[in-house]
């Protein structure tokens, strides 16, 4: 069964701080790994793309990682900003499925002052 | 903005009722897929749609139904709402072929 894990679920962090949010997943055939943002409410926003060829993808603050081997990877946030509460969502794309996607549940972070 | 448009963005029906989303996809977007997403849990995926047709569902029943239109915006119809039905509703547009999917901002239904 396609499913991918994330974890923890919840997090709270200091404002400034770094903190690095995990995902698992059991997905194949693998097409790529995004990290979504989504904002109470809101519909996700794409951070990083990631194909099984690339180890780090970052944007900004965010820097993402992939282990195509042991099907892990990781979202780094450095130096956490109050606007970087949000849920941020693992996605897995099933390859040639007409891009279907896999949702991992989220993990919710929270930044606080 | 990802230039995706959903109306209405809050809903509250009762049970038994019937409703419908609408979704604008991104321009020169042919491709819709709609995910349902319960408080605290990923989006799950219900269809999508490609040039008027569906192209492919997820585990949802029957009275989950859809349309695309010939400018690609699609509906979302759910007949005889149950409670568990209460969800944020997300429509995403892309390309064919496995393109990035563009978001919109969603539509909270509630079902009392």
């Known amino acids: 069964k396609n499913q991918v894990e994330q974890s923890p679920q919840s997090l709270i962090i200091l404002e400034g701080k770094n903190c690095t949010l995990q995902c698992n997943y059991t997905v194949s055939p693998f097409s790529n790994l995004r990290w979504y943002k989504q904002d109470t409410g809101r519909g996700p926003v794409s951070l990083t793309i990631?194909?099984?060829?690339?180890n780090t993808k970052s944007n900004g603050r965010y820097t993402a990682t992939l282990d195509a081997d042991t099907k892990q990877s990781s979202l780094h946030i450095t130096a956490s900003q109050l606007s970087d509460s949000a849920s941020y969502i693992c996605v897995v794309i099933l390859y040639n499925q007409g891009g279907k996607l896999i949702f991992g549940q989220g993990t919710e972070l929270s930044v606080k002052p | 903005e990802t230039g995706v448009t959903q109306s209405p963005t809050h809903l509250i029906k009762t049970r038994g009722q019937q409703v419908t989303l609408r979704c604008s996809s991104q321009?020169?977007?042919?491709?819709v897929s709609w995910y349902q997403q319960a408080l605290g849990q990923g989006p799950q995926f219900i269809f999508q749609?490609?040039?008027?047709?569906?192209?492919g569902r997820g585990n949802f029943p029957p009275r989950f139904s859809g349309l695309q239109f010939p400018n690609y915006s699609s509906e979302l119809n759910v007949n005889a709402l149950e409670l568990d039905d209460s969800a944020l509703y997300l429509c995403?547009?892309?390309?064919?072929?496995?393109?990035?999917?563009?978001f919109g901002p969603g539509t909270r239904l509630t079902v009392l």
């Open positions: 995403a547009s892309s390309l064919a072929g496995g393109y990035e999917q563009f």
């Open positions: 990631m194909t099984f060829s690339e």
């Open positions: 321009s020169g977007h042919n491709t």
């Open positions: 749609y490609y040039r008027e047709e569906e192209n």
